[in-house]
């Protein structure tokens, strides 16, 4: 095997093997996307070695290798080991033409709708992924109730979590429209979502946000009272947004779709735990608890729900599991709310001969029994929303789902690539934070995961590529699992509204 070429690469040396910024063509936007991200790089390898002017492939090689510093000044995200295996590269093949021939692969812990979110993104990409859960299918997890409310959360400053709700929710749907054309419906209604004010403060402020945003009508409106009780068909008590192109999914299905997008390219290993993973070489390798190897890739990301916590190697980020109850009602098709309505709680259309109304929030318990005190909460809630609609219902004889949402203190999402350190100078550029290699997370999803899972997929699968990312720097920021480190989370007890 010809020995590397000795460790000379800088950003300049680099900077003369790729063509000059400015050369136009494709080969100056790969140089603008290798300064942004080196993992682009291997894009343009893949490239180069069938391009006319290649260079010798040891050389590239080891800029590759060698252009640790330059990453570190220049990007936030962390380097990736090369998906193609360099050690199995023939003595030969130096100036020779040769087309890469392994795709680039990950492993993808959790199959909610995180995991296949960004499994299904990858996979389009032309990455193999494979996607290990515990759960004997797609969807068990907090990604298992039978009908989520799909729809944005306005502010009036237009704060980030509204931003990127708003950013999820209009992806989400181009996503469920795509999934479709593909032969993958999602189970899902737009049948609209309405969301009530509390109180009367509350509804005043709900119209304040609609006059001064002035959305599209087919967005969001306000409602008096009046026309809520005409949209739901059960008279309520305040007025409040309009989602028209809101409404219910079953998680499990968008899980379901996603895999089957992925097709071939997506492997999956489920009834399959996970109990370490290890770096070994330029892999990460996923070990069961009985330390057989289940499989090793490129990179691994972790879009394991409340999983997490366990996983030293995610330390430092602080997942709270927050349990959930969702109460299911008998419900004759076509009876009121034809609609999604929302009043600190929720309830959904009839779905297949019952409703879900709900659910609870609680931090940190781990119980996974269904309680009738919260079938009791599930109901003062609906009697909230719908007054009156909760009198036949008797909480000791409902059924239900409990789920564990992953919540993160902020009630933003944790979205890139996990931190190396546990600790760092609260001055240091969140681009400076080291990160472990080729490891990425997905989670602190929190009551949102629904409307946030389709952009978070897009968007790490963005960052793993290196390609343009679908969202401003300052909204891929404060998602950055690497924030805490700056400013340590308040405690934030979270709520389902
Ligand atoms: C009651 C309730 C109501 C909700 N309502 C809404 C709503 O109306 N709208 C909305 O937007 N969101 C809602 N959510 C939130 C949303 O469902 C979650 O944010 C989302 O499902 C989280 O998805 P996830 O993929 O991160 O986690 P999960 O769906 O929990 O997926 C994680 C997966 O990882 C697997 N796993 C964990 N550890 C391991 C391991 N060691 N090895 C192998 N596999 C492992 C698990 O089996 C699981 O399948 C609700 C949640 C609950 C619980």
Known sequence: MTPPAPCVASRSSCDAILPPAGGGGKHSA?????????????????????APD???????????????????????????????RTDELPDDLAGKVRPATRPPTALVIGAGVAGTSVAERLAARGWQITVIDEAPGPGHGASGNKAGVFRPLPSLDDNRLARITRAGFLYGLRHFEALAAAGHPVRWSQCGVLHLGRDARQEGKMRAVVDAHQPPEDYLRFVTKDEATTIC??????????????????????????????????????????DRLERIGAEWVAFA?????????????LANGVGIRALPLAAALPVRPARGQVSHLPATPGSAPKVVVCRLGYVS?????????????????????????????????LDFILPGYAAPYDPAHLEGRVGFRPASPDRLPMIGAVPAVAQT?????????????????????????LVWASLAGELLASQ??????????ELVDAMDPARYLLKPPRPSAGSEE
Request: proline share 10%; hydrophobic share 35%.
């Open 54 to 84: 290649l260079k010798p492939l040891d050389t590239l090689l080891s800029i590759q290798k060698n252009d640790s510093s330059h990453r570190a000044q220049s990007h936030a995200i962390p380097p990736v080991p090369s998906p193609y």
């Open 425 to 449: 100078e609260k001055t240091t550029p969140l681009a400076d934070i080291p990160r472990q290699p080729g490891l990425y997370a997905v989670s602190g999803f929190g009551a949102r995961g």
């Open 233 to 274: 068909g059960w008279p309520v008590e305040t007025g409040g947004w309009w989602f028209p192109s809101g409404g219910w999914i079953q998680p499990p299905s968008l899980c379901a779709a996603n895999l089957a997008a992925g097709g071939a390219a997506i492997t999956t290993r489920f009834d399959t735990k996970l």
């Open 30 to 50: 790969d140089v603008a996307q290798y300064r942004k991200n080196p993992v682009f790089l291997e894009r343009c390898l893949a490239r180069r070695l069938a």
């Open 464 to 473: 793993i590529n290196g390609d343009p990312l679908p969202l401003e720097s």
């Open 349 to 381: 259309p009839e779905v297949d001969g019952m409703r879900c109304a709900g659910a609870t929030f609680i931090a940190d318990d781990d119980g996974t029994e269904l309680r009738v005190e919260e079938h009791r909460e599930n109901l003062a809630k």
């Open 289 to 301: 608890p009985d330390d057989t190897e289940i499989a090793r890739a490129a990179v691994a990301i």
